[in-house]
């Protein structure tokens, strides 16, 4: 019985090539994407390894990967299933639109404007120079045409320069403002190397018939993450031969398994689900080429870390060097970028500012407001709202809580004052939250009262208020929270709510809202200096215009190189700086901190 996409591909292969019994193979070979659509004499039916992709060899004229034209359905070799077209009925409009400009197709009113004067910096050794087109991009015909399905005229600032550095080799550890597009920053690459074959291994190691062996894997921190990350992925590779699966706990992991049996290049997890998975070998990492970690700042912190280590270090994937890692996220505290490194090689650090610290995209205000005035403060907000005609049926408000009772209760509250709202928090079952998550996009609930598990990486459209209703302890998690809105270049609003328990937040709040522009309350100046200038955590990305600064600089920095890394002509970099040769010096105080 096939039990997984490689023993699927080859057995089918084995059966048009006219093998009269497909179990012939009793060991399954390896097929890449880029030949499962060939031949079968041409792909799978030897146990020798598959030919590197070969343009001349390659049926599909005009393609360099290999990947039918026509899609899917096209039973040349070893496969023939259907795919959903992620895109529906928009895709007629996007062949239309082509060679409109972004703003006529709606995608989505990016306002690139605001990201022309984004300050970026990147660091390492002979760092890839960035693009300013996706033409420039070598990424083939599928991805390029999905590209266009995706209404994406342009790359984002850490899409430019992001892009180049994976598929130059590179690991990369990248911090990028909020909404700004790092999805498709880590996913071009990954389903362009596996598009081309650098993914293939001459043939996958035998072991439990039903173990898969995904070539990459994208870990997230969230259920809801990995499902959006899963549906962006497949409209990038659609019609690509790369098949994205996604598992998550919460869910029921027959259906799951059911899903990665059918095959999978691309596996985007949530860790929890993926250790049960690994120690259940149903799914070996022996093959992984590429490891992204979304959120990874998040992944690895104190929560996650054992779970990522586990995966990473002590289950059957290949070590840094053998394998090409990426890791992005809005925020990259300097401890955690230690705790990082060792999943790294010779990696690129790639910052790239705040959308808020040039343009004011997020309109941030601060209001002091005791615990008890919390409920009527917010309810005044949400009134104005309405008379001011922002709340429509389209403009969303989310509001954050600390505690899951504090969400139960304040949408409970809510609902019984006349305004429709949700919540999502990790005591509800995970139906529950993908419901609650639907209505509040689709505007039929256009309040969510949410807890920290929806500040990260949730891209709905049209969030045009987040409202800090208690503030985090945190201020990296304030950044990930007020990003729900003013989302690829769109405005936004965040109002917080700030009393004395939030003392230990003001420094760094006021530090931030001063570089965005913002304006900052005296009474909040008064706080932030009456507050301790040690700072501890909450220094940790406050008073710089990026989520974060490459610790590695702290060494050198004070040497005085000033070409120690470049800004934005990637000329610079480790190795550049005289007398370090590429290596890292002691941990010495930058002069960013
Ligand atoms: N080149 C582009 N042109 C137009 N829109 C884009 C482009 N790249 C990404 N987007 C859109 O921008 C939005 C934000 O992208 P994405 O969710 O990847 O942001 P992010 O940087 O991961 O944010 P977060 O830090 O909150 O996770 C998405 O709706 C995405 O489709």
């Given at each position: 019985m096939p039990t997984s996409w490689a023993d699927l591909a080859a057995n089918s292969a084995s059966e048009n090539a006219g093998t009269s019994n497909s179990t012939a193979l009793t060991r399954p070979v390896y097929v890449p994407p880029h030949l499962r659509n060939r031949a079968a004499s041409a792909s799978a039916s030897t146990e020798s390894p598959p030919a590197p992709p070969n343009v001349s060899s390659n049926n599909n004229v005009g393609s360099r990967w290999g990947a039918p034209r026509n899609g899917w359905g096209n039973r040349s070799g070893g496969w023939d299933r259907r795919e959903v077209n992620p895109f529906g009925d928009q895709e007629d409009a996007a062949e239309e639109g082509a060679a409109a400009s972004g703003e006529e197709q709606g995608n989505m009113g990016i306002n690139f404007d605001a990201y022309e004067d984004i300050p970026v910096e990147t660091s390492g050794e002979n760092v890839p120079p960035p693009v300013n087109t996706f033409a420039e991009i070598d990424l083939g015909d599928a991805l390029n045409q999905n590209i266009r399905r995706c209404k994406y005229v342009k790359p984002t600032p850490v899409q430019r320069h992001a892009i180049p550095i994976s598929l130059g080799g590179r690991d990369l550890m990248a911090c990028a403002q909020t909404g700004s597009g790092k999805t498709a920053a880590f996913c071009f690459p990954i389903i362009s190397g596996i598009m081309r074959g650098q993914g293939q291994a001459p043939q996958r190691p035998p072991r439990g018939a039903r173990t898969v062996y995904p070539l990459a894997l994208v870990l997230s921190p969230t259920r809801e993450l990995s499902v959006q990350i899963l549906e962006e992925a497949r409209k990038f590779s659609y019609q690509t031969g790369v098949r994205v699966v996604v598992a998550y706990g919460g869910a029921p992991i027959n259906q799951q398994l059911r899903e990665l049996e059918r095959g999978v290049d691309i596996l985007v997890a949530t860790p929890g689900r993926l250790v049960d998975l690994l120690e259940r070998a149903r799914v070996s990492l022996q093959m992984i080429k590429y490891l992204a970690l979304d959120e990874a700042d998040r992944m690895l912190d104190m929560g996650f870390e054992p779970q990522i280590r586990k995966i990473v270090e002590q289950m059957d994937m290949p070590p840094p060097g053998a394998r090409q890692t990426m890791l992005f996220s809005a925020t990259f505290p300097r401890e955690i970028q230690r705790l990082a490194s060792d999943f790294l090689s010779n990696y690129v650090f790639l910052a790239v500012g705040r959308v808020g610290s040039s343009t004011d995209l997020i309109v941030q205000r601060v209001e002091y407001v005791q615990e008890s005035d919390k409920r009527s403060h917010l309810m005044d907000l949400l009134h104005a709202q309405r008379a001011n005609g922002v709340q429509g049926k389209q403009a969303l408000t989310l509001v954050f809580v600390e505690t899951k009772k504090g969400a139960d209760a304040l949408e409970h509250w809510l609902c019984r004052n006349g305004f429709p709202a949700t919540t999502i928090h990790g005591d509800r079952s995970q139906q529950e939250r993908e419901l609650a998550l639907r209505s509040f996009k689709t505007g039929n609930t256009p309040i969510l009262v949410a807890t920290d598990v929806a500040a990260r990486g949730l891209d709905i459209p049209h969030v045009a208020h987040v409202v800090n209703f208690d503030l985090p302890n945190d201020i990296d998690d304030y950044v990930h929270r007020i990003g729900r809105t003013g989302r690829a270049g769109k405005k936004g609003l965040a109002t917080a709510f700030f009393n004395d328990n939030n003392a230990s937040l003001a420094r760094p709040l006021a530090d931030?809202?001063?570089?965005?522009?913002?304006?900052?309350?005296?009474?909040?100046?008064?706080?932030?200096?009456?507050?301790?200038?040690?700072?501890?955590?909450?220094?940790?990305?406050?008073?710089?215009?990026?989520?974060?600064?490459?610790?590695?600089?702290?060494?050198?920095?004070?040497?005085?190189?000033?070409?120690?890394?470049?800004?934005g002509n990637n000329s610079g970099g480790y190795g550049n700086s005289g007398g370090y040769g590429g290596g890292y010096g002691p941990g010495v105080t930058s002069a960013w901190d």
């Open positions: 931030l809202m001063q570089e965005a522009n913002q304006e900052v309350p005296d009474w909040l100046s008064r706080y932030a200096a009456r507050s301790s200038i040690g700072g501890g955590r909450n220094r940790r990305t406050g008073g710089s215009r990026f989520g974060g600064r490459d610790f590695r600089r702290e060494g050198s920095f004070s040497r005085g190189g000033s070409d120690y890394y470049s800004t």
